[in-house]
Structures are given as C-alpha cells and as structure tokens.
T-cell receptor, first 115, second 111 residues
Framework: DTEVTQTPKHLVMGMTNKKSLKCEQH?????MYWYKQKAKKPPELMFV???????INESVPSRFSPECPNSSLLNLHLHALQPEDSALYLC??????????????FGSGTRLTVV | TQLLEQSPQFLSIQEGENLTVYCNSS?????LQWYRQEPGEGPVLLVTVVTGGEVKKLKRLTFQFGDARKDSSLHITAAQPGDTGLYLCAGESYNTDKLIFGTGTRLQVFP
C-alpha cells in the first residue's frame, strides 16, 4: 500500500458545526502533515507530527485541532470555522522527519466549504 | 521567512516545445523536491535532489539543483498535453520538519 487516504473527499459545513477530517497511511511512515491549499495557491503547512507527537504548529487558529491516535492515522478536528477557511486540506506522510531522498506522499485532499 | 519563487507563473505552449521552470530562493535547503498537481488532487512527487549541482533525468524531464543549494530548475523536452498541470518546487530546511512550497508554475500544453 503506497497511498495516503483522506476522507471525506468533499465536506460542506456550517459555521457552528463540528466535523473531522481523517487521514490514513500504511507505509510505515513516521511523519505526517496537514497542509491547507487555497485556490490557485501553493499548499501551506499547518501541522507536523513526528513519531506521533506534534512537532510543528504553524500558528494555526485553535478552531483547527489535530490529533494523531497512532502512527497510521491523523485527524483534523474542525469547530466554529469561518467561510475563509474553505480550502483543499491535504494530508501527507514521509519516511521520517527528514524527507530527503524519499519526498512526501500526499493524499487527494478534502475539499472543505464553510457556509 | 523562507521563500521559494518560481518563474514563470504561467506557461502556455504547443505540443513539442521545450520549456524550463525556475525555482529560486535566498535560503539554503537540505533537499529540493518537485511535484506536479492536477485539479482536485494532491501533489505527486516527481523527483528529489539532495546534492548541490546534482542533475536528475526522468524521461523527458531534467531536474537540476544549484551548486549553492538555493535554486533548482525543471526542463521539459518535447512537451505533451499530458504534462499539463501545476508544477511545485518544495524545499526542506536543515534541522526542521518543514517542507516549504514554491509559488507554483501553471503549465498548459496544447495539442
């Protein structure tokens, strides 16, 4: 299995809703990442987990809450989002916290719309 | 703040033409990666370069990492419509877990 699987593929939520994005990989990768990508822009790093511990939070608002239940799973819990949070949310994984020759494997993303 | 600037931002060419995309920064990177992204999908890794001056070839694509490890280029020979997409360079810093993406180059190849 050489994929990163993200669910759901599309999500529409109201500003008072609570929802979660899920990400799963079975490649034995020890580092996992959340990126946010707005239309016609490059991906922007949000969070990095290394060996199941949060190692980087790029000053993301607290309405986004990451969770890494185990080495294969990464969640992003969403609460009280704003319309400007609408974007493609990408999960990625890498061999370890130094991608080096291996690069990152990205999922197909969750297209989030906040109404 | 580390920035990776790509040029050109947009490129529309005919099938069979050659092109080069540039990725420049004032920062030094431990590795430089190139990805291609299609609409509604995540980026797909094309290549990583880790040694200053390194050149890698992948069929019609040639990637180069600058001697000073601050810049990179992607050259495509005889472009095909299937090469259409968003090309992203991404740099990894020493001693961090961060992969920072360049500003992107949107390529359209017409038959």
């Amino acid at each position: 299995d050489t994929e990163v699987t993200q669910t759901p593929k599309h999500l529409v939520m109201g500003m008072t809703n609570k929802k979660s994005l899920k990400c799963e990989q079975h490649m034995g990768h020890r580092a996992m990442y959340w990126y946010k990508q707005k239309a016609k822009k490059p991906p922007e790093l949000m969070f990095v987990y290394s060996y199941e511990k949060l190692s980087i939070n790029e000053s993301v608002p607290s309405r986004f809450s990451p969770e890494c239940p185990n080495s294969s799973l990464l969640n992003l819990h969403l609460h009280a989002l704003q319309p400007e949070d609408s974007a493609l949310y990408l999960c990625a994984s890498s061999e370890n916290n130094y991608a080096g020759n291996y690069g990152y494997t990205f999922g197909s993303g969750t297209r989030l719309t906040v109404v | 703040t580390q920035l990776l600037e790509q040029s050109p931002q947009f490129l529309s060419i005919q099938e069979g033409e050659n092109l080069t995309v540039y990725c420049n920064s004032s920062s030094v990177f431990s590795s430089l990666q190139w990805y291609r992204q299609e609409p509604g999908e995540g980026p797909v890794l094309l290549v990583t370069v880790v040694t200053g001056g390194e050149v890698k070839k992948l069929k019609r694509l040639t990637f180069q990492f600058g001697d000073a490890r601050k810049d990179s280029s992607l050259h495509i020979t005889a472009a095909q419509p299937g090469d259409t997409g968003l090309y992203l360079c991404a740099g990894e810093s020493y001693n961090t877990d961060k992969l920072i993406f360049g500003t992107g180059t949107r390529l359209q190849v017409f038959p």
